[in-house]
């Protein structure tokens, strides 16, 4: 795997195959950066990358714009930023009860939030970034299920710098949330 810090940036129709050519993207990108495909970490960005993907283009639609997928990858972690251009709906602060047995949706969050280290929102003018941070050595998984869960949110103001580092804030694109450590 590369230790040198890498990203890159791609955006794609607001549709169902544009969400499934996001998370297809993603796991190759990560393995052109030495990341094998099939191992946790490449497994669990693809699986952040598809229920954020998928979350933007069900509940963050703009009829004729696209949403961008956004990965950095560098140090055992990869930040995964999923923007769409609708400001007026973000994810909710807390996921709402769900009904194990008869809901056929409302675990995207909850998938991100089991898989993901961190993740949050923040909004960017027009529309909003959900952020994810996925891996870390050791493994990012606990036994007891504890861990950060939450959601973080950002004022636009801040931007990625807040959550990111002067670096990340300094490109324009997007934006995500903070609590990155």
Sequence with gaps: MTTEKSDMAQRFSSTPRGARLARR????QLAF?????GCELSDDVGLVVGELAANAVLHGRVAGRDFELRLEYGGGHVRVMVSDTRSDKGP???????????AEDGRGLMVV????????VVARGPGKTVWAKVGDTPSVRRQDGAGPKGVVRVPQEAGLGAV????????????SAGGLG
């Design 113 to 120: 939030a089991a898989v993901a280290r961190e993740w949050g």
């Design 92 to 102: 909710p602060d807390a996921p709402a009860p769900v009904d194990p047995w008869s």
């Design 164 to 175: 990111f580092g002067a670096s990340s804030g300094s490109s324009g694109k997007g934006s």
């Design 33 to 37: 950066w030495g990341v094998p495909f």
């Design 25 to 28: 993207l993603a796991q190759a």
